[in-house]
């Protein structure tokens, strides 16, 4: 393990009972490792372009080779007003704490001056935006078989995170582009735990804080009441995803067709939700099962966060050890209802867009943001739902 000493050198070196502090911080931190700036410099040929993989809301990720002959993902977080290294290894500890067969490992950090990097193990398939719902980009074929098992696992780690981590953590941004696949496709749940990291005053962030339109849970969007349900109501939309092989906006489409949940509770009222099934399996799928699925996260995405199953009982419905009842299915929170509310609302600042996969920056979510940033891990409003 790097000496943290090192990691400290150059510009913030902390007074003298900073360092204790920070000391004591680190030898709790049994299962990260605290990397210098200059492996990870070393790691990335000097965070060359060509080792980019790409960037998101919270800074570019680049692919490198670790000295002990690990591929990583390095994600060197932008943020301007930098985290005090103190917070930030509090964080890095729960999460890194955290192992599951679904959930991204954390392999350590590097908190060296105003670098705050973390280090993650490398996925060989890139994520479900950038394959399954990435067009003709990309040539992964996903049968039912690996569908289903990409579904049950993310269904998996989402129960983990809420019900079997201490404390228990609200992922906030349950999407395509933050479930990763391996080799073998298996999916991993990445950016748990990152919103935490982001310190929740920082404008340039607040949309990434917020989610992401398309899934967004109506009372986290227009109250700002950030439960697990919300990660329930984003995995609902998932799903749907996942087994229609679309997005859940998709502009370019009819007008009646743009909205994939909209779809979804329509076609479930004419009992043909079976049309909602990818074309692209053809006949390799099982109807019963496609069937179940898309109710399944018609329930999870009920307008009340009471009326959406916990992800434990999610696994249970998509795994066949429960029984979905369709009297239990009423119509769900939509994404148009949350449009003409915020019309009807017409509050003065912000916009709402509808765009796919595009951020909000309304100013509902600006309060959410700046009233629940520091709700991830624990939230009062959970323990009722
Ligand atoms: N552990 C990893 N292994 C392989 N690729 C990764 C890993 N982590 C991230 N990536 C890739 O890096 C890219 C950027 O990821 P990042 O999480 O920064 O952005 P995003 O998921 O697109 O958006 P968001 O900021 O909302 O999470 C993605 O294309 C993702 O596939
Ligand atoms: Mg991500």
Known sequence: MTCFGLCLGGKASPPHNRVVEIDEEISTIENARVYSYRELRAATEDFCPVNKIGKGGFGSVYKGRLRDGKMAAIKV?????????????????????????????LYGCCAEGDHRILVYNYLENNSLSQTLLGGAHSSLQFSWITRTKICIGVARGLAFLHEEAQPYIVHRDIKASNILLDKDLTPKISDFGLAKLIPADLTHVSTRVAGTLGYLAPEYAMRGQLTRKADVYSFGILLLEIVSGRCNTNKR??????????????LFKK????????????DD??????????KVSLLCTQVMPKSRPSMSTVVKLLTGEMQVDDEEISEPGMLSDLVSLRNQKNTSSGSLSTGSGKQVDSSSSANTTATHGTMTFTTIDDRKS
Not at 271 to 282: N, R, S, T, W
Not at 285 to 294: E, M, N
């Open 77 to 105: 977080l932008s943020v301007e007003s930098k985290q005090g290294v103190k917070e930030f290894l509090t964080e890095i500890k729960v999460i890194s704490n955290i192992e599951h067969e679904n959930l991204v490992k």
């Open 253 to 266: 489409l009819p007008i009646e067709e743009q909205y994939l949940l909209e779809r979804a509770w329509r």
């Open 271 to 282: 009992g043909e939700l079976i049309q909602l099934v990818d074309a692209l399996l053809g």
């Open 285 to 294: 799928f099982d109807v019963d099962d496609a069937c179940k699925f898309l």
